[in-house]
């Protein structure tokens, strides 16, 4: 009798890791499916991707990574780029919105939540409707084609997340901290630097690569400020290639150019996942 | 001291969304064309005359909430299952996690091309699975009536990772005491969903909704990239009718009063939304 139920709750619990698992694999093919799908075309020769699942032996090779590393513009240039502006854009979003979280935190409660209401609103606004008036502020400065410059609406555009998250992180330090440093003798700028910069560290992190990965992913600011060939922008060179060749086929170089694209993202959702988890988590939390 | 700290991001921030928006007001009053040379000239309205008169408009506009509501509602629902699948204690749980937020991470750009080649017919994987299945052909991104579709899966495939996370730290927040004593008084696990889970993620539900319609709303990259639009303009979002109008057709003013009015339509909806539902709250507390 004991025997018997024991083995009932034995195959039920059996049962309900199987069910787990399986709905944890579902789960993966959907998230990868896709992208799966990418790499295994990338290494297909042209007449094997008219048949996909035959001729598993003779299909690959690497002809495809080879044109688009070898075309006049290489592709790395392009993630090169991505990259330029992305860590110009963290760098100058993360100076500036320090401060002003600070400020925002120091404000009395009244007029920070308003600020922060603002902030959400602004940080709900989608951007791609400014693109036109942001157009007109590059070629009446002629900065276009920079892209230092492109990293400056890009600080612009993420400042109001960038802003909610690290003033949230200020407003959860403990009260009587900067009091003890001021009776210590420390001015503002030592307090900031030795004592509230380590202890709100992990909310910059967060905020910093939320800010690269929306800068390394932008479209429409990059495809209108810059044209020239050698300064596109990953997103760009991606939609241009595939703008250039709508009815012919060379999806196999297609699919190898997104595979390189994927990787430097792949590598840092890898190693940053709980810092982006509880960016995102904290950003709209405390929104 | 603190006016100074916060100056620099006020301006950055004003200067980037406030002149946008007062620019764009100020453009939709004015004919800016190749035919005025470029230069903005008063009009009276013009611009707006015609656009209550564009039909294009109204179908983008049309086309564009049709995509937005689909893909959120579609979201929301995935998210909630695959949050609650997220939150059971799991080994690989980490890895999983990780995988699944891969899509969101990744340039709106680079997936749309995936996309595309995903649904090409007559090679790509549907279209082959269908055949070995012996269904004809489907050919989803060339038929005007079904291409919005593609577009709509592939903004699901892309964005539910937000949304799920986001469910997910709210699902964190619930007691499990409260699953345990709903279980003690005999209710199933699919009634603990409706009368526990859902009614306490409310606000997370809320600020999934508020902000993916809003970038639903304004789509681009995805279907610039998946479609350019077509077929026949009927997949086009207002945002790439507002590009088309100033970067192909060079007339800026019209460009404006389009984005303008996309951000009018945009505000009304969320007041009108939230009046509509702080009297159903009013209504049910009543």
Sequence with gaps: ?287 | MIFLLLLPASLLIMTFFSYPIIRYGWLSMHASSVITGLEPVYNNGANWYRLISDQRFWIDLFQTTRFACLSVILELILAIFIALILDQRWRGRGLVRALTLLPWALPTTVMALGWRWIFNSPYGPIEQLIQILGYDQINILSDPNFAWIGTVLADVWKTTPFVTLILLAGIQTIPEDLYEAFRLEGGKPLSALMKITIPLLQPYILVCLLFRLAQAFGVFDLIQVLTGGGPSSSTESLAMYAYINAMRFLDFGYSATIMMASFIILIAAYIFSWITLSKIKDLTEA
């Design chain 1, 1 to 287: 009798m004991d025997n018997t139920q024991q083995n009932k709750r034995l195959d039920r619990s059996m049962k309900s890791i199987l069910r787990q698992n399986l709905l944890f694999t579902i789960l993966v093919i959907w998230a990868i499916g896709p992208l799966a799908w990418q790499l295994y075309t990338s290494f297909s020769t042209a007449d094997a991707l008219i048949n996909p699942f035959n001729d598993v032996m003779n299909r690959w090779t690497l002809s495809n990574y080879k044109l688009i590393l070898s075309s006049e513009t290489p592709f790395w240039r392009y993630l090169w780029n991505s990259f330029v502006v992305g860590i110009a854009s963290t760098l100058f979003c993360i100076l500036l919105s320090i401060p002003a979280a600070y400020g925002i935190s120091k404000l009395k409660a009244r007029t920070s939540s308003i600020i922060k209401t603002v902030l959400f609103g602004v940080a709900l606004f989608p951007y791609v409707l400014l693109f036109l008036a942001l157009l007109e502020i590059a070629r009446g400065l002629n900065i276009g084609n920079n892209l230092l410059a492109l990293s400056i609406p890009y600080t612009a555009l993420s400042m109001p997340l960038s802003l909610l998250l690290l003033s949230a992180a200020f407003k959860d330090l403990p009260f009587d901290l900067e009091d003890a440093a001021k009776l210590e003798g420390l001015n503002f700028f030592q307090r900031l630097r030795w004592v509230l910069l380590p202890l709100i560290g992990p909310s910059t992190a967060s905020t910093a690569i939320l800010v690269f990965l929306f800068s390394w992913n932008e479209f429409p600011i990059s495809l209108t400020w810059i044209s020239d060939p050698a300064l596109l922008t990953l997103p760009v060179a991606i939609s241009r290639i595939a703008g250039s060749s709508v009815y012919s086929v060379p999806y196999g170089a297609y699919a190898a150019a997104t595979v390189l694209a994927s990787i430097p993202l792949l590598i840092i959702v890898l190693i940053f996942q709980s810092q982006i988890i509880s960016g995102l988590t904290k950003g709209a939390v405390k929104g």
